[in-house]
């Protein structure tokens, strides 16, 4: 008799005790899902600024199909961010930051409208909505750390590497996007105080560097390679971004290092 009710102690205890290590898991991956919204965020903020920049040489359909795509899947993010119920973040916090980006998101309209009305946009509003991106996602990049650090999130070194890399590599890729479709670079690039791209370039081979370390195999081994060697191929036109490169090509493979980027963090997270 007391052997079967050690048994039935037993098991409820495991079973306590296996209830309490999922729950516990589960909110560490919402905890990391809400992370990972304010990463996909500030990238997609990049990605269409890159993609305006081109819409403002051409003015063609394609192009602002994906200043829409870009937007939207930074809107998506946003509204995951705004409507969590964790309370990761204050109220104020978070109406901030969807403040800024509802200003990002009239300016960027009305940069297109001025493109499809004119021809040519008005290197004031262009000014404008470069300026506030750089506001709006360093602001989104101080809410990534507060978020970090109110839910005791533990985020996977090489994760983190890879986010600041991706990151990085929208921004670069928007600023080249600025000097090889403006004749006024300067103004499309945002702020004066910005990092010139030679100095980010060899932020991101430290970046790149980090997330080379420790133990890499199969399909995470191959996804770093890949990445790996489409940085080295336009790595020069960067740190040289005043020679005459051939821009639509940077762009192209600057969307392939990103891409790379998120299939590394999808697998780092599967191997967690």
Do not use: C
Not at 36 to 62: M, P
Not at 112 to 124: A, E, F, H, S, W
């Amino acid at each position: 008799m007391k052997d079967a009710q050690l048994r039935v102690r037993s098991l409820v205890t495991a079973l306590i005790l296996l209830l309490v290590t999922s729950l516990g898991a589960t909110a560490q991956e919402t905890d990391n899902d809400f992370l990972s919204n304010l990463h996909q965020f500030r990238v997609s903020n990049y990605k269409s600024l890159d993609a305006y920049y081109r819409f403002s040489a051409v003015g063609d359909t394609e192009t602002l199909n994906e200043i829409v795509s870009n937007i939207n899947a930074a809107n998506e993010a946003m509204n995951v961010v705004a409507d969590s119920e964790k309370g990761i973040l204050s109220a104020e916090q978070t109406e901030r930051l969807n403040q800024e980006f509802d200003k990002f998101k009239t300016l960027m309209r009305t940069n297109i409208n001025d493109v499809r009305k004119t021809g040519y946009p008005d290197l004031r509003m262009v000014s404008d909505m470069a300026n506030h991106a750089l506001t709006m996602n360093q602001t989104a990049t101080e809410l990534y750390e507060v978020a970090k650090e109110s839910t005791g999130t533990v985020v996977n070194e090489r994760i983190e590497a890879a986010r600041s890399a991706a990151v990085t590599i929208a921004q670069m890729m928007a600023k080249y996007s600025a000097r090889t479709n403006s004749q006024v670079a300067q103004t499309f690039q945002g702020s004066s105080s910005e990092v010139p791209l030679d100095e980010q370039a060899k932020v991101f081979d430290q970046m790149l560097a980090n997330l080379r370390k420790g133990e890499a195999s199969g399909e995470l081994k191959a996804a770093l390679e890949n990445l790996t060697s489409k940085w080295q191929f336009i790595r020069g036109s960067y740190i040289n971004y005043n020679d005459n490169n051939v821009a639509f090509v940077i762009d192209r493979y600057s969307k392939g290092i990103l891409q790379g980027l998120e299939t590394t963090i999808d697998l780092l997270k599967s191997n967690a």
